[in-house]
């Protein structure tokens, strides 16, 4: 297993910038974007283009809102960095798309993810938000998420070699 940073925290904490700045650091001939949004509105829209433009020009951006196990594995390598933003995304979109159908297929691909991870032979960067810090959610998607969200950032947590929790823009390493 390659080096694994999860670096996780609340909503505007300065997750998404400390892990480009971090990925920047890498040596690496390749650096690739795995995004996860898929943006519904105009509002989102801006906001992913205001993330595109955080990046340099090393970076190649692939979006994929589903597979990221599959995207793990595919460009994962000792000479390319891989920066996933952001898992709970990864999660919406999967609720978004399985929750009535197949509401397994989340821990199903979690799972996916980890061994992606695990098999990784080169480095990885996620970023995900803490959800277990708020009050229990009032609907019964919202908990859901709220359990997915949580259930995934334990399992990356544990396989992490690294993990760093954002806190106002400062990073508190935690392993």
């Not at 297993?1 to 300065?14: A, E, F, N, P």
Request: a neutral charge; charged letters at 25%.
């Amino acid at each position: 297993m390659s080096d694994i940073l999860l670096v996780i925290g609340g909503c505007r904490s300065g997750k998404s910038g400390y892990a480009l700045e971090t990925a920047e650091k890498i040596d690496a001939r390749r650096h690739i974007f795995v995004a996860t949004c898929q943006p519904h509105d105009d509002e989102m829209r801006q906001r992913v283009e205001a993330h595109k433009r955080q990046r340099s020009s090393r970076w190649h951006t692939i979006e994929e809102p589903l597979a990221l196990p599959e995207a793990i594995q595919t460009h994962a390598s000792p000479d390319t960095a891989v920066l996933v933003d952001c898992l709970t995304l990864w999660i919406n979109n999967l609720l978004f798309q399985f929750a009535d159908s197949r509401p397994d297929e989340m821990a199903i691909r979690t799972d996916r993810m980890i061994r992606a991870l695990q098999e990784a032979s080169g480095p990885v960067i996620l970023v995900s938000n803490e959800v277990g810090t708020g009050i229990v959610p009032e609907n019964r998607l919202a908990r859901m998420f709220r359990d997915a969200a949580g259930a995934a950032n334990q399992q990356v947590a544990a396989v992490a070699t690294s993990v760093f929790w954002m806190v106002a823009g400062i990073p508190v390493k935690i392993k």
